[in-house]
């Protein structure tokens, strides 16, 4: 690879040009669940007969390993997803919350987010959470329509979801998102209409929209190979994500990532730390970090995890220094899933080669082509190219790129 040699210097040209290292993120993962539904691939097990008390206090233990002499950790946001994080009884989220507070030191207006099941939200543990100093809450909503719950696995209905956010909304909570699910199996353009419309009348912030992948080892995958799951036509799926966009503008909500929309000031902090490939902690079965150029992927088993947490040893199983080449990559793959794009001066400051010369000629085939746009010296996705996003980052993997010179 012609740029391994380069590290050095791609770090020093950082530092010249004044590259503040911002503080990570932290990603803690409660893998376990109640019901699986039909989509999910994520790391996540049956909540029954699992060793949850271990596993929070294995994971307290996994995050102190990380502290240097005692310190706190300092961190720009906290996220504990899932699985389904909600399961967790009140005395299992006291011990999780009592580590979390020792460990790390969240910097001021920081954001702390925890996903939670419609089903799973109580007074009692929205008092817990917020006296935490959780500030965001995502709901796994996916629709307000009943029938396409079940279809999909869900175990809450619509009116769980709406009082989930009433109480919410009641309790204080300002900064509330939820997910929504379109191209569902015999999911139709009234179902999206009626789900996005529920969820604007309910006053929500932040929301995600996502469209069904189909993941091996799950239900929905087994059923697509047996020709058993009816899904909605490629045309019937960009005319629902057509409508998501416009009807999130007419509200309010800015498109500023892919599959993210939201008033100004509401945006997911932690999720941005993905796409501007910052530092993050990544604690829990399964987990994934970056921390300082290496990326590394923690045990996934709950039994393989709480194992060398035993001996007071990192549960990590892989651990793998970045390329330069792999950085650039990254750079594009997850850099313009932002609607505002990414920045050709950055780059050249980041890696010290212009994009031309790593790229050449792969930024003017796509505006020609009518996926990607440019405005002064930042690129991002046309309206085109919202639709063709894996094609348009694919781009930017070098073997690709340079196959199709």
Same mark, same amino acid.
């Given at each position: ?18 590259? !503040? ?59 504990? +997803? ?16 009592? +580590? ?16 939670? =099941? ?6 009692? &543990?929205?008092?817990? @959470? ?17 029938? @396409? ?18 109480? @919410? ?44 992948? &189909? ?11 047996? +020709? ?61 970090? &970056? ?6 992927? =923690? ?62 000629? !792969? !930024? ?42």
């Amino acid at each position: 690879m012609f740029l391994a040699d380069h590290r050095l210097d791609q770090l020093l040209r950082q530092e010249a040009h004044g590259k !503040v290292k911002r503080l990570p993120a932290a990603y803690i993962h409660i893998p376990f669940c109640e019901h699986i539904c039909y989509y999910c691939d994520f790391n996540k097990v049956f909540l029954e007969g699992q060793p949850v008390d271990d596993y929070v206090d294995a994971l307290v233990k996994e995050m102190r390993l990380y502290q240097e002499n005692g310190q706190k950790i300092s961190v720009s946001s906290l996220y504990i +997803g899932g699985g389904t994080p909600s399961v967790l009884s009140l005395q299992q989220f006291e011990r999780l919350m009592e +580590g979390i507070r020792d460990i790390f030191s969240l910097k001021d207006n920081g954001e702390f987010t925890v996903e939670m =099941n419609p089903n799973n939200v109580t007074d009692d &543990l929205l008092s817990l @959470l917020m006296d935490a100093g959780v500030n965001r809450f995502s709901l796994g909503v996916q629709s307000f329509d009943d029938q @396409l719950l079940k279809r999909i696995g869900r175990a809450h209905t619509s009116q769980e979801a709406i009082r989930a956010v009433k109480l @919410l909304q009641k309790k204080g909570a300002e900064n509330i998102s939820i997910d929504l699910m379109f191209a569902l199996p015999q999911q139709d353009l009234r179902q999206v209409k009626d789900s996005v419309q529920i969820g604007l009348d309910l006053d929500i912030p932040h929301f995600s929209a996502y469209s069904l992948i &189909l993941e091996k080892k799950t239900v929905f995958y087994n059923l697509q190979r047996l +020709g058993k799951l009816p899904l909605p036509s490629e045309d019937l799926e960009v005319e629902m994500f057509s409508y998501i966009m416009e009807e999130m503008e007419k509200a309010g909500r800015h498109h500023y990532e892919i599959s993210n929309y939201s008033r100004p000031g509401f945006e997911s902090q932690h999720n941005l730390s993905y796409w501007d490939r910052r530092d993050y902690y990544g604690f829990g079965a399964g987990a994934h970090g &970056l921390l300082n150029h290496h990326r590394y992927h =923690n045990h996934g088993p709950i039994q393989h995890y709480l194992a060398p947490l035993k001996e007071n040893k990192k549960p990590v199983i892989h651990e793998k220094a970045l390329t330069i080449e792999e950085e650039m990559e990254e750079y594009f793959f997850l850099g313009l899933r932002r609607m505002s794009g990414v920045s050709l001066t950055d780059f050249q400051q980041q890696f010290g080669y212009a994009v031309e010369e790593i790229y050449p000629g !792969v !930024v003017k085939k796509l505006v020609d082509s009518g996926l990607l746009a440019v405005e002064g010296e930042r690129i991002f996705l046309s309206q085109e190219g919202i639709f063709l996003g894996n094609n348009v980052f694919a781009q930017f993997l070098r073997e690709h790129a340079n196959s199709s010179e």
